[in-house]
């Protein structure tokens, strides 16, 4: 063996090392985070993880605080950072700031939202001596699917949701299918929950066999629109033929929420 090849040995060993040690200091593991439950940590090790269980999709809640002691000063609370981790431990989300906990509700509230898929997630928190967290739990049903013709069906007058979980692909795509039994205008309404933002598109028999233009749904908002057949400059709405109809949600940022899709 050269010199050179000695050296590349040394060097690839001692790297190796370096991102075992790494490995191993960044996966201490603290008390398990439970739903509807306060834990207080004193921290053992610069990076703490705290695993969290989601035995079905919905939207989680995290809450947090920082704990300052001084020596003759009574204890305060102040805000705090942390980062969501998928079940492989890599981050799903950028290091988030939460300052709030429904014990001390005297401080400014600041809380953050996930929407999650069924599975195991971490909280990882870094460089913190002593911190409360807790986490809030509403299960959500993710009712589209991701092909068009296999669309799931969306009856007149109930509501169904779609589900754009942290870490999921950007590229998701949910779709619903509607049957129009007769000639009418159609009135659809989406409302979002989370800091995802959405675009609504709807397909069909003409003018609508290529889609529409979409429209967009904001986080945490709400709209209702009418669809009919427009002709020429005329405002007026005629109504739609009847025929399957078929609704596609996509999502616009990397955020997660969900949203939900009702007609009639």
């Known amino acids: 063996m050269n010199k050179r090849s000695v ?14 040690s790494i490995s191993v200091w960044a996966s201490k593991e603290g008390v398990q985070l439970k739903f509807n439950t306060d834990i207080s940590v004193e921290a053992t090790d610069n990076t703490m993880l705290h695993k ?6 919905g939207m989680v809640t995290i809450l947090g605080l920082k704990v300052v002691k001084y020596t003759y000063s ?3 609370y102040s805000g705090m950072y942390f980062t969501l981790l998928n079940s492989g431990k890599r981050a799903i989300s950028s290091s988030t700031y939460v300052n709030s906990l429904p014990a001390n509700k005297k401080y400014s509230y600041y809380a953050a939202r996930f929407a999650l898929k069924k599975g195991t997630y971490y909280v990882q928190v870094d ?21 068009k ?5 969306l009856k007149r007058g109930k509501t169904l949701s779609a589900l754009f979980g942290a870490g999921e692909s950007i590229k998701k795509v949910e779709w619903f299918k509607i049957k129009v039994k ?9 409302n ?46 005629r109504k739609l033929k009847k025929g399957t109809y078929y609704v596609k949600v996509v999502r616009t940022n990397k955020d997660s929420g969900y949203c939900t899709l009702k007609w009639k």
Do not use: C, E
């Not at 013709?149 to 069906?153: E, F, I, Y």
């Open 7 to 20: 050296l590349r040995t040394v060097f690839i060993t001692a790297v190796l090392a370096m991102l075992m």
């Open 149 to 153: 013709k296999k669309g799931t069906s």
């Open 192 to 237: 979002s929950y989370g800091d995802a933002t959405f675009r609504i598109y709807l397909y069909g028999p003409k003018p609508y066999k290529k889609g529409d233009i979409g429209t967009s749904l904001y986080s945490d908002d709400g709209w209702t629109v009418t669809y009919g057949i427009q002709r020429g400059l005329s405002r007026k709405l």
């Open 52 to 57: 969290l269980v989601l035995n079905r999709d």
């Open 182 to 190: 007769k000639n009418r205008k159609l009135h659809l309404t989406a």
């Open 74 to 76: 009574p204890t305060s």
């Open 127 to 147: 460089g913190t001596k002593q911190y409360l967290l807790k986490a809030g739990f509403s299960a959500v049903n993710d009712q589209g699917k991701p092909k």
